[in-house]
């Protein structure tokens, strides 16, 4: 498996992980409204789960690419990982909103 199959099945895992956890991000929100003043929440979770997976999926890239010597992520790198989280967000809405 070459490290782009890796870095998508990292994004995908990710993308599970985060999912399985959106319970308890609803009772965070619930609990600290007052404080967060979220308008809706089930928005909220999903952008609070793409920004983990981009964030996750750009410093697992940078990794894989000082393993190799190749330097940091360049900007055209950034957007492989964005479009690899992107082909996911029909499931990700699908599973938040539903």
Same mark, same amino acid.
């Given at each position: 498996?070459?490290? !782009? ?5 990292? /994004?995908? +895992? ?5 999912? %399985?956890?959106?319970? %308890?991000?609803? *009772? !965070? ?5 007052? #404080? =967060? +003043?979220? *308008?809706?929440? *089930? ?5 609070? /789960?793409?920004?983990?997976? #981009? ?5 697992? =890239?940078? %990794? ?7 330097? +940091? ?5 950034? #957007?492989?990982?964005?479009?690899? #989280? ?11 909103? !539903?």
């Amino acid at each position: 498996m070459g490290w !782009e199959e890796d870095l998508q099945a990292m /994004i995908t +895992n990710t993308v599970e992980l985060a999912i %399985s956890q959106k319970d %308890s991000y609803f *009772k !965070e929100i619930e609990a600290s409204n007052q #404080l =967060l +003043n979220v *308008k809706d929440p *089930k928005e909220y979770v999903f952008g609070l /789960i793409m920004g983990q997976v #981009l964030m996750g999926g750009i410093g697992t =890239l940078a %990794s894989i690419k000082m393993q190799q010597g190749l330097g +940091n992520p360049t900007p055209q790198d950034q #957007l492989m990982v964005r479009d690899m #989280l992107y082909k996911l967000v029909p499931q990700i809405r699908e599973r938040i909103f !539903e």
